[in-house]
């Protein structure tokens, strides 16, 4: 097990489109297995591989009290989401000390291959909703902070290169 180096906003590698995996081989299971390392590490809920600099696609996602209930979904889509939208606070292991509002489908439904390459499909809603569209949107190279407006960005790009000097 090995704990993985989360990239952060504004790193442009974190605006690469993840490819899909071509086979649930066990270079794929032992990157399943780091970034749940590297996502409880980080005391967070979810992690798209492109957090980690890994360019295809697969999210974990842990949401339960006792973090022992990962979720793995390989090659995910969402194939229907809700006309309903609610408006919650997001953060993101990528963007730290940020927190802020943003709206999302109250429901989706999701297609994906579990850790052995088995299809499923999974109707979300509530947090795991969420936080299944906020890894997508990593998966695509979007970051939760493109939804605000330019002037929060820019903020939050000066607050995040300062911290990164700061901690360098
Ligand atoms: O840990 C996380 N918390 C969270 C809270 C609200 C909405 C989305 C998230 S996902 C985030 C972990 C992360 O950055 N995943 O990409
Ligand atoms: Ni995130």
Redesign the pocket.
């Known amino acids: 097990m090995a704990l993985l180096n989360i990239l952060h906003y504004p790193d442009p590698r974190l605006h690469t489109r993840a490819k899909p995996v071509a086979q649930v081989d066990d270079r794929i299971r032992t990157l399943i297995a780091d970034m749940g390392e590297t996502m409880y590490a980080a005391h967070?809920?979810?992690?798209?591989a492109t957090?980690v600099n890994v360019h295809e696609r697969l999210v974990v996602i842990d949401l339960s009290e006792e973090k022992n209930q990962l979720q793995v979904f390989i090659n995910p889509t969402i194939i229907a989401r809700s006309d309903e939208q609610a408006i919650g606070?997001?953060?993101?292991?990528?963007v730290p000390l940020v927190y802020d509002n943003v709206s999302r489908a109250t429901q989706v439904t999701v297609q994906a291959l579990d850790g052995n390459g088995k299809p499923f499909t999974l109707e979300a809603d509530g947090l795991l909703a969420?936080?299944l569209q906020?890894?997508l949107d990593?998966l695509e190279g979007k970051v939760f902070v493109e939804y605000l407006s330019a002037l929060k960005q820019n903020r939050i790009r000066t607050k995040l290169k300062k911290l990164e000097k700061r901690t360098m």
């Open positions: 967070g809920i979810g992690l798209a957090q606070e997001e953060g993101c292991l990528s969420v936080c906020h890894e990593h």
